[in-house]
């Protein structure tokens, strides 16, 4: 599957672990304020608000980040592991994965630098990620990683 990159403003939806690899992708060391993460129980819905690195705009050598809404329907539980909610310090997200346990139900996880993670029960993976404004500079990109 080809990546297709592009500077303009995302909106992307997943319905299956391979939609959800693409917003990973575009959502790989985004920055996140753990203030701006909330789980509504009632909605069954699971949100968080972040500053992506725009990868689309960094083929081109800009070096941008775009604020970004990320949210998750039918989900039934959240834990985290190693996550601090009411933490002051930003944690950088790295991936995002998607694993079926009694389809279409199964777990989506989201891994954060230095081990943090929170997982997410879902009835089934319905997530929408968009940008909510304008790309801003920022000064150096996010460290190469293996």
Not at 76 to 100: P, R, Y
Not at 104 to 127: D, H, K, M, N, W
Request: net charge negative.
């Amino acid at each position: 599957m080809q990546l297709m990159l592009s500077p303009e403003p995302l909106k992307l939806l997943a319905f299956d672990g391979e939609d959800l690899e693409v917003i990973s992708t575009h959502l790989q060391d985004a920055v996140v304020a753990p203030a701006e993460i909330a789980w509504l129980p009632r909605e069954k819905r699971f949100a968080l608000v972040m500053d992506r690195y725009d990868w689309c705009g960094a083929q081109s050598g800009e070096r941008t980040r775009r604020r970004s809404g990320l949210h998750f329907e039918r989900v039934l539980g959240v834990k985290h592991s190693h996550f601090e909610q009411n933490a002051s310090q930003k944690a950088v997200l790295l991936s995002i994965s998607f694993e079926v346990s009694d389809d279409p139900a199964g777990l989506v996880t989201l891994y954060f630098e230095g081990g943090s993670a929170i997982r997410l029960e879902v009835e089934c993976l319905e997530a929408a990620m968009s940008d909510l404004g304008p790309a801003w500079p920022c000064g150096s990109p996010p460290p190469a990683r293996v």
